[in-house]
């Protein structure tokens, strides 16, 4: 509803009714919860602080191409028209049709341009929030792979669980998320098999542009790694 009205963002209706959502999932104020959104909702973090004064957030990114390639596997996107999937927005309540206006004036004129555009918008959302915020921390995709021990016990420290936690986190490591789910790895791997999902070239020049140009993001590599992440936990 509030990426249909922004105006929401400022009712209190809006803010007590997240906070009695929030509650609901987060049950027993014993405990310590974690709570994974999607970083298309990077924009209602306001909200969410208002919601729940004092809640502490991580920011997890992932190089913009293996990001990409990733998610247009899981909902099986490889030729869907531009216009398909605008319907399919629009009724999932991603944008408006004001916000894909504003959209094509910049250039989208595809899904592979879309979903690059939102990835660097979500982005930048953070790094503006990171300009007055010294506590918050970026993890990538890649820190972990490269050092699951370390990253792991950092990340649980920031969400102020303790060490000892640590063992028993990295068993997650090799188990899908999504395993009850349409998302499952092995539902999607079913899916793509006789599919090339690929980045296409024309959308990745533009992202190339637009990541400098727009956003402020500086890109490395095949990868599309962005580099400039503020608060960037590294132990590459």
Not at 21 to 33: D, G, Q, S, T, V
Not at 132 to 155: C, K, M
Not at 158 to 183: C, H, P, R
Not at 193 to 209: D, G, S, T
């Amino acid at each position: 509803e509030v990426v249909r009205n922004p105006k929401l963002m400022d009712d209190p209706n809006t803010v007590q009714r997240l906070r009695a959502i929030l509650l609901f999932l987060a049950k027993n104020p014993e405990r310590k919860y974690f709570i994974k959104i999607h970083s298309f909702l990077m924009h209602i973090l306001p909200l969410i602080h208002k919601a729940l004064p004092g809640v502490r957030e991580v920011f997890m990114y992932r190089s913009l191409k293996p990001m990409f390639i990733s998610a247009k596997r899981a909902f099986n996107l490889g030729s869907t028209p531009f216009c398909i999937f605008k319907r399919f927005a629009l009724s999932a309540g991603f944008t408006t049709n004001e916000g894909f206006a504003a959209l094509e004036r910049e250039g989208v004129d595809s899904v592979d341009k879309y979903m690059m555009y939102n990835y660097l918008h979500d982005t930048r959302v953070y790094l503006d929030e990171a300009i007055t915020r010294s506590d918050l921390v970026a993890y990538s995709y890649e820190s972990l792979i490269a050092n699951p021990g370390s990253f792991v016990a950092h990340f649980l420290a920031q969400i102020g669980v303790g060490s000892e936690m640590t063992d028993l986190a990295l068993t997650a490591m090799n188990e899908d998320s999504q395993k009850n789910s349409w998302l499952s790895k092995k539902d999607v791997n079913e899916r793509v098999k006789k599919v090339e999902v690929i980045l296409e070239k024309e959308a990745e020049e533009f992202v190339k542009r637009l990541a400098g140009e727009k956003f402020g993001i500086e890109l490395e590599g095949d990868r599309l790694e962005m580099i400039n992440i503020a608060n960037q936990w590294n132990k590459n």
